[in-house]
Nanobody
Framework: QVQLVESGGGFVQAGNTLTLSCAPV????????MAWFRQTPGKQRELVAS???????NYPDSVKGRFTISRGSARNTLVLQMNQVKPEDTATYYC????????????????WGQGTQVTVSS
């Protein structure tokens, strides 16, 4: 079992930078993929960024060039640096840990954090 503890959410003005962190706790032997998702009321949860073994990253066009996902100094800590934030980045952000299914060439998102709110004012 893996627990994920997010931190760093809050209020930020458009154009500024906000950094989110996620600290996993538990058995991490099968984890080789970590990601950030976000969700707003009435909408589906969407992928914001992912990173897997070999530091292979993936971003949707909406955040590419502005957000950076990385592993922090502490083992397995996950960091999301959000630069040039926009009001449309306002959402609850969720940390996720899982694994990449090489056989089927697809990610498997297994464990979720409780979420941290990010609010961007214009």
């Amino acid at each position: 079992q893996v627990q994920l503890v997010e931190s760093g959410g809050g209020f930020v003005q458009a154009g500024n930078t906000l950094t989110l962190s996620c600290a996993p706790v538990g058995s991490l032997f099968t984890i080789n993929l970590m990601a950030w998702f976000r969700q707003t009321p009435g909408k589906q949860r969407e992928l914001v960024a992912s990173i897997r073994d070999g530091d292979i990253t993936n971003y949707p066009d909406s955040v590419k060039g502005r957000f950076t996902i990385s592993r922090g100094s502490a083992r397995n800590t996950l960091v999301l640096q959000m630069n040039q934030v926009k009001p449309e980045d306002t959402a609850t952000y969720y940390c996720n840990a899982g694994y990449y299914d090489d056989y089927n060439a697809r990610p498997r998102y297994e464990y979720w954090g409780q979420g941290t709110q990010v609010t961007v004012s214009s």
